[in-house]
């Protein structure tokens, strides 16, 4: 598995920023249901929540995709070294 640090550790990060959106994926269903809002300038007035969504999306993608690949890098570095070892 993925080691942790004991401080700082950039998955649990990678988690509190995930759950903090989490109430924005909800705000999201609009731009799913009216696509049109998505390309609305995000500086106009009013507008922030857009990009807000935007920004909960790239969190909750970070959270899921992250880990995996430091796992996957991980499992690849170990095998080689195993099969190294072996030959």
Known sequence: ???VA???DKY???FEEGIESAHLIVAGALLEYFPSLSRIP???PGTS???SIHEARK???DLRDIP???AKK???SQSRGCSEQYN
């Open 6 to 8: 004991p401080s700082k």
């Open 49 to 51: 929540f857009i990009r």
């Open 12 to 14: 649990i990060a990678l």
């Open 68 to 70: 995996w690949n430091d």
């Open 42 to 44: 995000t500086w106009l």
């Open 59 to 61: 969190a909750t993608a």
């Open 74 to 76: 991980q499992l690849v």
């Open 1 to 3: 598995g993925l080691k």
